[in-house]
């Protein structure tokens, strides 16, 4: 209030010494005037409000703490930082982390006991450490990965560390060979038979069997099921491809499997008619 007050005994005696000049600049006198000594004012007591170990903000409104300071009820206390650890400047994480090779603890930074055969990981989760290749991780630590015959190391950090060759399928703990069936060959997938059957036969309890197409029909690209698909034109019936029958003013539709009245005509049952 007593710096409102002085700014108002300010505008009355400069505003009487510009009362003779014109009434429009006289106005435009005193507004900035005005606008100046609020501006003034309110940023003395904004400053006056920053707490000790902080600044104003760079950017926007307000203020923060200076670097080794957390903001902590409308304070600036000082971080403290455990031994083997470092300072962040971040309020969210208590404003220190541990060094590398050692863990959050309480309030503390504990080493990370590295077990044999294994190397420190620079991660935020998990044990700290990683075995290294050809071991894998157990509760007392890593042991060496078993791999049976016709085996071979995998690079995945889960499952028993070891693929099978090509030709073999896991079984148990070790790896079997796959019996493929006469007109087919390995296949690359990690599961099923292990086996795919040659174009033209499709598999039937663990053999290839030719497929039989009928006339007006060829093998489909992809062999699932019956193994074939009708031409354009033609619908698969009983086991054959029956030609459609197309009404007068219809045409064979854009999948080749039914018919569509041609505009302006319109389906009904079993012809196109046109709607008044």
């Not at 863990?103 to 190397?119: K, L, M």
């Not at 630590?141 to 690079?155: D, F, K, M, Q, S």
């Not at 007006?216 to 099921?225: A, D, F, P, T």
Request: glycine share 10%.
């Amino acid at each position: 209030m007593n710096n409102l007050r002085k700014i108002l005994v300010e505008i009355t005696l400069f505003s009487k010494k510009i009362i003779n000049l014109n009434f429009t600049r006289s106005i435009w006198i005193i507004s900035a005037l005005v606008s100046a000594l609020c501006i003034s004012t309110l940023s003395g007591a904004f400053a006056a409000e920053i707490p000790q170990n902080a600044h104003t903000k760079d950017y926007g409104q307000g203020w923060e703490c200076n670097d080794g300071y957390i903001e902590y009820n409308g304070i600036c206390a000082a971080i403290t930082a455990p031994e083997n650890a470092y300072l962040t400047g971040n309020r969210y994480d208590g404003g220190w982390e541990c060094n590398f090779g050692f863990r959050q603890e309480g309030a503390a930074c504990a080493t990370i006991d590295v077990p044999e055969n294994a190397f420190l990981e620079d991660s935020y989760h998990g044990p700290g450490w990683k075995c290294r290749r050809g071991f894998q991780a157990t509760n007392s630590g890593c042991v060496a990965i078993e791999i049976p015959a016709n085996a071979y190391l995998n690079t995945r950090s889960y499952g028993d560390g070891w693929d099978c060759n090509r030709g073999y399928r896991p079984v148990g703990d070790g790896c079997e060979p796959i019996k493929v069936p006469e007109h087919a060959y390995l296949s690359d997938d990690s599961f099923g038979s292990g086996w795919t059957c040659e174009r033209g036969y499709r598999a039937v309890e663990g053999n290839c069997e030719a497929i039989s197409v009928p006339q007006n029909g060829y093998l489909s690209r992809s062999g699932i099921g019956q193994g074939w698909e009708c031409e354009h034109g033609y619908r698969e019936h009983q086991g054959t491809c029956r030609e459609i029958a197309v009404p007068a003013n219809a045409h064979i539709d854009f999948l080749g499997t039914d018919w569509k009245c041609n505009r302006p005509y319109h389906r009904k049952a079993d012809t196109c008619i046109l709607t008044p």
